[in-house]
């Protein structure tokens, strides 16, 4: 027993050692590194003469959306950068060409002064047209440029009566500038019209649309918009220019790029991987248009020489916003003889090509072309583990222990009846 | 001979205390653990949430909602959703909820309604899905379930379009089974599924060839590492050992006194 002890506590020392010593821990979690910039994010506000129409829990849609703006502006966290903009708020008159270059900046893009914001809230009468395209362009000269996204509110109630710019071809042309910008929208009124507007300009930008019910809602919502402009802006990722084949495709280290590519185009990239590495990667193509229900993407690696390597495939269908495929691949282990020091490792390129299988429905725009992400990373390879002929678990201990008893009671039986005998003779 | 029985008895009742108890898996979230009210809209912003932890947050139909965890091997994960909707939709809605790993590869639920199809007249909606074991390690052509991020994402993908944007409220719950534990398999990925979520740089010119990096040994290369078979092994050796010894005692002659 004190034996069975003994080496009990030395298997343990050993559990211990190997646990303290054991792997290095894995790489943590990437959550982006902390970028200077604050969050910006812009309420882009109609104040034509239809939000007057006393329709939302009684209550006319300017003072439903006045109060809510005071909640949200109450409720401003410290750092987030808010502007206000406001569409329709001066020009009374008949004169389109006047009333549609009608949208003022109240509120500049910046640390807020509470009081001050509210004042020129509470200060709006509705009164005018509704120029959104030309708010949306202005909002986003007002958020600027920078590396972090960028977020724009915009709350209406009624359609753009300014076309053109149509609001939605606006929106889809800010989304392919290179600033990576968000447009969210709110509608106060359930017309089909204005739906399909802001449904277009939401889903242009990767933005999210909601049908206000409620006073209540319309307050909650822009609250969420405003936190979500501060929890989730992200270093905006590199734009990349993708090409027509492998050749003079654009050299890509580890990170997360972002490119168009237009209905069934192929983009080429490459990246250099070092034998003993990992080429992973992923893409996703974000539906930002009208397309056929059914739909996929292709991504492949090749070799240089159009050796496919590996490929990652999705198909789906239905309403999503973007459909994703990715791949791992690492270069089959060599049995080289082993290398002297002077030699030297020079890296593969692989090419990468994304395709996709989406299909336009009729009158759907097919340029600028869809948004695409591409993230690259190279870690190290894993390779294949060589199985020891050995075995694992309690099963396998309890069937060794039980082996050993039944061998040394055969063992001592037989022992006895030896030494039985032998005595005898 | 009792005694021998007793000392088999004995042994076979530590092994079976010392077997590791399955874990419930009851959705329930963990005590203590404080809700997530926010969701992320894209796989850059998917908010990060621990299993256990649960998820309400207020949504729009019509929104694709994100969310991430972290899995580890020997892990099974059990998502369950509810969306509740107010009613006065004008027809049948289709939910879905999707799981990609870190490489946004799609994954496969073993069980859990992923897609349910609800009348106008529902309120709500439940949906579900299982996740295979995450393995410790594959081969990098196979979509096998590998440690590292998972992300989930709640959407509507068939509706009509007047029900649109109305007001929804999402709630999510990831629960674990299982916790790590010794599983079948070997080898093991040098670093997990985890996205690089940092802007990239694209090279103005394919790198220098690079000598190539001695090997380094180290005394702790050679040492096995906890729970792997060569350990499990020799502790069944060092084990059987000590019971043939105990097992040729046992047959010894008692002294009459």
Redesign the interface.
Known sequence: ?I??RR?LA??LG??T???L???AP??A?????PTAEPPKVELVLDVSGSMRARDIDGRSRISVAQQAFNEVVDALPDETQLGIRVLGATYPGDDKKQGCRDTQQIVPVGPVDRTQAKAAVASLRPTGWTPIGLALRSAAQDLGTG?TARRIVLITDGEDTCAPPDPCEVARELAAQGTKL?VDTL?LV?D?KV??Q??CIATAT??????V?SGD?LT??VK?LV??AR????????V?GGSTECDNA????????TDREAFSEHRWYRV?V?PGQ?L?????VALDRPVNPDYGVLLRATARDGREL?R?V?AD??????I???????AAEEESPT?S???????E?VCLVVSNSLAPRPGTEATPGMPL?L???V???????D??D?????A??????????????????L??WWVATWREN | MRTLIRSVAALAAAGLTLAPAAASAAPTPSPGASTVTKAGTSFLTATAIAAGQPVQVDASSGDHLYWSFRAEAGQTHTINATVSFPKGRSGRSTWTIDVFDGLRRRQACTAGAQTPTVDATATSVTLGCTLRRVRPWAEPWSGDPLPGTYYVRLAVTDLPELDLGLPIDADLLVSVDGEGGASGDDGKLKAPLVPNTRAGTVLTAEPMPEPVAEKKTSLTDWLPEAGSRWVWTTAGGVLAAVAGVVGFALTRRRRRP
């Open positions: 027993m034996n069975k080496s030395a298997l050993l559990l050692t190997t646990a010593i054991g792997p894995a790489k979690d990437s959550e982006g590194e590396s968000v509608g359930s089909e739906r399909r802001l449904l990767g933005g999210t649309y909601t049908a019910q809602q909650s919502r969420q936190d979500r929890d989730t802006y992200t270093a905006a990722p590199t990349v654009p050299l890509l280290a580890p990170g997360v790029y250099p070092r990992e992973r990667a992923s893409v996703s590996v990652g999705d269908s239905g309403r999503i916003d973007v994703s495929a990715g791949l791992r691949w690492s290398p020091p002077t030699d030297t490792v020079t890296a390129t992400e993230t690259v990373d870690v190290a390879a894993s390779p294949a583990p199985g020891p050995l075995g694992r678990g309690w396998l201990l309890l069937l060794l222990t039980l082996a050993g008893l039944i061998t040394g009671l055969v063992t001592g039986l022992t006895r």
